[in-house]
């Protein structure tokens, strides 16, 4: 476990109920729930040297229960001490692009590099709802989002993403590199289901 000094974990409200607990198997996917379930119980084989640093990708169309085992994950990461953090793709990019319009050298920019830094160092990411992000006119948002991942791939840190973006179409939406990356550091789950929002 690194010495990075944890912030609280974030997690919306809608997400509260979220845990493995709560995740009826019959209503959804019950191997996505068993795969979710052996990454948290083994945790300490993905994060950080001498691991696989591996983290899942939960790809599948919308309402089959992918942020709820994502929020379940990155929550029993939490209860076991590791830094953790849960960010919507959207609010990322709008961090990331907001960032230009701070004044050099003040607070905010200052908050920005922190927040930006325990975003490359936690032990364990969500990025949440990848690919709805609109592509930025000169893709450098796009660049900020390869490089992070790029970064914590490198240093075995366990990142897991919800995505309706099925992995083939991350070479078009990002970049074909990115997409290869992401079979290096994410196990990729394909959630099967029916919307459970329309129940
Ligand atoms: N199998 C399930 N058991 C209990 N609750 C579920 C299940 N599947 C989904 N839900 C609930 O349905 C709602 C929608 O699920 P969630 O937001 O996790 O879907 P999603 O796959 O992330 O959708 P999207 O692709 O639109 O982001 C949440 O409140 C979630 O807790
Ligand atoms: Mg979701």
Redesign the pocket.
Same mark, same amino acid.
């Given at each position: 476990m690194k010495k990075l000094k944890a912030r609280p974990l974030v997690i919306p409200d %809608?997400?509260r109920?979220?845990t493995f607990s !709560?995740?009826? $198997? /019959? %209503? @959804? +996917?019950p191997v996505a *729930?068993e795969v979710c379930m052996d990454w948290a119980d083994t945790m300490p084989s993905h994060i950080g040297r001498d691991t696989d640093g591996r983290g899942i990708l *939960?790809q @599948?169309? $919308? =309402? *089959?229960? /992918? !942020?709820? *085992?994502a929020v379940a994950m990155v929550r029993e990461a939490e209860a076991k001490g590791y830094s953790t953090c849960f960010i919507p793709m959207y609010s990322l990019v709008m961090w990331a692009m907001n960032r230009f319009r701070l004044e050099d050298g003040s607070e905010a920019q200052k908050e920005w590099f922190r927040f930006q830094h325990y975003l490359y160092e936690c032990d364990v990411l969500v990025l +949440? +709802?990848a690919g709805r992000d609109r592509k930025s006119p000169s893709g450098y948002v796009d660049d900020e989002i390869d490089g992070m991942l790029r970064h914590r791939g490198n240093w075995l840190m366990a990142t897991h993403i !919800?995505s309706?973006l099925p992995v083939e179409e991350w070479s078009v939406r990002y970049n074909p590199a990115m997409a290869s990356h992401l079979h290096e550091v994410c196990q990729i789950i394909d959630?099967q =289901?029916t919307d +459970? %929002?329309t129940r």
């Amino acid at each position: 476990m690194k010495k990075l000094k944890a912030r609280p974990l974030v997690i919306p409200d %809608r997400y509260r109920h979220a845990t493995f607990s !709560t995740y009826d $198997p /019959k %209503r @959804g +996917d019950p191997v996505a *729930l068993e795969v979710c379930m052996d990454w948290a119980d083994t945790m300490p084989s993905h994060i950080g040297r001498d691991t696989d640093g591996r983290g899942i990708l *939960l790809q @599948g169309s $919308p =309402g *089959l229960g /992918k !942020t709820h *085992l994502a929020v379940a994950m990155v929550r029993e990461a939490e209860a076991k001490g590791y830094s953790t953090c849960f960010i919507p793709m959207y609010s990322l990019v709008m961090w990331a692009m907001n960032r230009f319009r701070l004044e050099d050298g003040s607070e905010a920019q200052k908050e920005w590099f922190r927040f930006q830094h325990y975003l490359y160092e936690c032990d364990v990411l969500v990025l +949440d +709802d990848a690919g709805r992000d609109r592509k930025s006119p000169s893709g450098y948002v796009d660049d900020e989002i390869d490089g992070m991942l790029r970064h914590r791939g490198n240093w075995l840190m366990a990142t897991h993403i !919800t995505s309706n973006l099925p992995v083939e179409e991350w070479s078009v939406r990002y970049n074909p590199a990115m997409a290869s990356h992401l079979h290096e550091v994410c196990q990729i789950i394909d959630v099967q =289901g029916t919307d +459970d %929002r329309t129940r």
